[in-house]
């Protein structure tokens, strides 16, 4: 199926304290360019994540954003630092007995001390992470994909009717050449008479406009220019989750470049206009596949 460069995807999923949402922008780029913005806990997961995106997609500039919300945004627990506390309270009776103050260690003056909590990280299991986010990024995928088949369908739908179009016109051309030829004979007895006061010489007339057909002939290039034309629409029709992008780049250059050796060797007016008007056809459809994937 061919598929648009651009799309958007955006889910969530939750699970075992964590909600994640995965978030998927693409745009169109000739390589695959992939930059993922996470919270620093997910980092060990990137290669996964890019992994997981490359097999699914070949081209295009793919914006992954995911954050995270875990239970009460901890991902730990407060510890007592016992030792901290029995030293503190070693040296609070000590300064009481050495001193004889007044008033008794308790709770309320030692709570009121530092250091005497600590913050201790939770080790996850990475496995478990990977599970819950591979649910949210698998279907925002899904749903990028989905927007870029849908926009690669109306652009499909686009560039047949356009190829239609030039078909039209290398029809027009096909027909027009034989007179071309044949005016340019009758131009070319006319200004010879002209010239020379009298009737030219039929054979070297002959030979002449033998020539000149050769060295304006655009069969060649009307064969190849529809053979392309065959080979793109093949493309469209036939592909089946390979991305086509650059080979309809590549025929797209091809049926230009035969565009404009017939311009260049055909000595008709009509043809010249039928030949701009291909050309104008091709840009349109050079647009819509530089969105290819």
């Not at 460069?5 to 390589?31: H, L």
């Not at 036939?238 to 055909?266: C, H, P, W, Y």
């Amino acid at each position: 199926m061919i598929c648009s460069m651009t799309g958007y995807g955006r889910t969530e999923s939750e699970g075992a304290g964590n909600r994640f949402t995965v978030e998927i922008r693409a745009v169109n780029n000739r390589y695959l360019d992939i930059q993922a913005k996470m919270p620093k806990g997910l980092v060990s997961l990137e290669p996964r994540i890019r992994k997981a995106l490359q097999e699914r997609f070949s081209r295009g500039r793919l914006e992954v954003f995911i954050t995270r919300n875990s239970e009460e945004g901890k991902t730990g627990r407060f510890i007592l630092a016992a030792d901290v506390a029995g030293q503190y309270i070693t040296i609070l009776r000590e300064l009481k007995d050495r001193f004889a103050l007044p008033g008794e260690v308790d709770l309320s003056l030692v709570s009121r001390l530092q250091d005497l909590v600590a913050w201790e990280e939770t080790r996850e299991d990475p496995e478990a992470v990977w599970r819950i986010l591979d649910q949210s990024l698998s279907r925002a995928m899904d749903e990028l994909y989905a927007m870029r088949a849908a926009e690669g369908a109306a652009l499909v739908r686009d560039m047949i009717d356009r190829l239609g179009k030039i078909e039209g016109l290398v029809s027009s051309i096909h027909v027009a050449v034989p007179r071309s030829v044949e005016a340019a004979r009758s131009r070319m007895t006319e200004a010879v008479g002209r010239l020379l006061g009298e009737q030219p010489d039929p054979a070297r007339l002959a030979q002449e406009i033998a020539l000149l057909a050769e060295r304006t002939d655009v069969t060649e290039e009307l064969t190849r220019l529809a053979s392309h034309m065959a080979q793109f629409r093949k493309l469209l029709a036939d592909a089946r989750g390979e991305a086509v992008g650059r080979k309809l780049d590549f025929l797209l250059q091809e049926m230009g470049r035969e565009a404009n050796t017939i311009a260049s060797k055909a000595m008709d007016a009509a043809i010249a206009h039928d030949v701009v008007d291909i050309k104008a056809e091709l840009e349109k459809i050079r647009e819509q596949a530089q969105n290819i994937e």
